[in-house]
């Protein structure tokens, strides 16, 4: 894969779960006003490439990776709530943002979904959405809120992987 | 793939096309505001793992999915026509809400889309809804233009299964 | 693949570009209220079934495509800026209105995608996306601004293909 196509599987990686949860709440995605969104998506291909970054994924990486799992999440259910969606509406959304964008890379990189076949990532947003939609309504300031559905999905994925965690396969 | 890999296609099977048709008419998924949505797809994936219904697919299935196709094809032309689109665009838009589903469950599952290259899914419900746009200006109510509608589609299908029919493949 | 499915292949390559950016944009799509997008598509696959074009596509085909390309970059960028979407969203958009149809064309397809691996599609479109953006704010009027953007789209992409030219792979 050349340059280019590094960097548009990026940007569609990185946008397409807010962008989706944003249509299907009948608002613009967030991209649109916000320029910030790009530069930030360019500055991580660059130092990826320019770093020459192409090891197997290691400790930082996956780290990094379920932090985004977990703010895409977090964020995604809060939107929801904000933009009249129900609780189980807005879990959905939750997992959708946090999911979507890895699903479609993966698909126009042609290989096997991640999300489908292996670890438990939808497993642990899924979790932490459910405990951000159940202890919303509860007198917890919203930061609370989010920090504790946000440490959930962290802990939920790390463990998972620790252990090597898998949910049961059909036989 | 596990089984939260399954949940997660039969959601995206049974949402992708009406959640595109009500976008493109500007509207909000259904499936936000109605959550029987998901505990009827999540009912139906217990049904079938508790089952263990791995055989191939059979004669029960297969006029369930018939079924459902029309369900999807007349229902959608209906909430297109509802939702002030052309007769021309509610056509497609019929056929989208029926096909599109299907189709993404085969990119994701990364085989060889059913739609593009066997059977004759998306001749029977254009076939059905081009008779709901030409006979609904009628004096019919609109019970009877989905019942005649969905009952073409079914029909061509079958008749289309039984005998074999497919559409001419390029030599 | 039977001629129902390379119509479709032909419908989806044809107005994805341009109903994503709508979508993004809030606007419903073109082809719901324009029926003759459909009827364009249609005597296009008409006409390229009846003349039995299957050879590798050639220059006549190359240039046709480019000029596509061209068009539809031009005029999503003009879109997106008259629906108030600012000039770097604008670049975007109209990058996007000219490749996502051959992006999934290829995906349905289970090709590799030639946006990602081949070419400077991407490039092109963007080169002349970033020249319309930046001469827009002049006093030029507007058909001598598009003309000026579709040139360079043209001309990039021209020069690219004849000079072998590609964007620097991932060693």
């Known amino acids: 894969m050349d340059y280019g196509g590094i960097l548009l599987i ?9 962008t989706l949860r944003n249509l299907f709440l009948e608002e613009r995605p967030i991209w649109l006003a916000q320029p910030w969104y790009f530069l930030a998506i360019l500055l991580a291909v660059l130092i990826t490439i ?9 400790k930082v990486v996956l780290g990094l990776d379920t932090l985004g799992l977990a703010v895409a999440t977090v964020s995604g259910v809060q939107f929801a709530l904000d933009n009249a969606a129900p609780s189980y509406a807005a879990l959905i959304l939750g997992v959708l943002s946090a999911v979507a964008g890895g699903l479609l890379r993966d698909v126009l990189c042609q290989v096997e979904p991640v999300l489908l076949h292996r670890e438990t990532i939808g497993t642990a947003c899924a979790v932490g959405a459910l ?29 998972s992987i620790a252990r090597g965690w898998n949910l049961p396969k059909v036989k």
């Open 10 to 18: 990026a940007i569609v990686a990185s946008i397409t779960g807010g």
């Open 131 to 159: 405990v951000y939609v159940l202890i919303e309504p509860t007198a917890l300031p919203n930061e609370i809120v989010a920090l504790i559905s946000g440490a959930v999905i962290i802990l939920v994925r790390t463990i």
């Open 50 to 58: 320019g770093l020459r970054i192409t090891k197997p994924v290691g």
